[in-house]
């Protein structure tokens, strides 16, 4: 039996989110909601502001790429910033080809030896076992 009389030593006059016994308390509902929203915001934002320097380099370099999301990686889980800050500066600076002008040096100095050029690099042939991507008609 749900009594709908206040109680005694209650004022004459309750606020408007004091419920009685028994009913919903909507004020609670919309807290717990609204406290939901804002943990799973919070998380979104937090995770794509972690993601931004992994979305920076994804232009530049493969290697510098990979880098980058490994520092940021290693920043999503030991919580230290440097390295965050780290992959930031690093996917905001364009690294130089060092590889270039190693090479070409390299082929100039068996040009000056005498020695033949190396053999171009064939690309590996498909694995038997792998299925074939042709289409036969």
């Known amino acids: 039996m749900i009594m709908t009389e206040a109680h005694p030593s209650a004022p004459g006059h309750l606020p408007f989110f004091i419920t009685a016994p028994g009913d919903t308390d909507v ?3 919309i807290a717990v909601v609204t406290l939901i929203g804002a943990v799973l ?3 979104v934002i937090f995770l794509t ?3 931004l320097p992994e979305r920076l380099a994804h232009k530049g370099q493969k290697l510098q790429f990979e880098i980058v999301a490994v520092l940021c990686l290693l920043a999503l889980f030991t919580h230290v910033h440097l390295f965050w800050v780290a992959a930031l500066l690093l996917a905001f600076i364009d690294l130089p080809d060092f590889l270039a002008p190693l090479n070409r ?3 100039a100095s068996e040009k000056l030896a005498d020695l033949p050029p ?3 690099e064939r690309p590996a042939a498909p694995h038997p076992a792998a299925p074939s991507t042709s289409t036969g008609a």
């Open 27 to 29: 004020l609670m509902v």
């Open 105 to 107: 040096i390299a082929r």
């Open 41 to 43: 915001l919070a998380g």
């Open 49 to 51: 502001v972690h993601s």
């Open 118 to 120: 190396p053999e171009p």
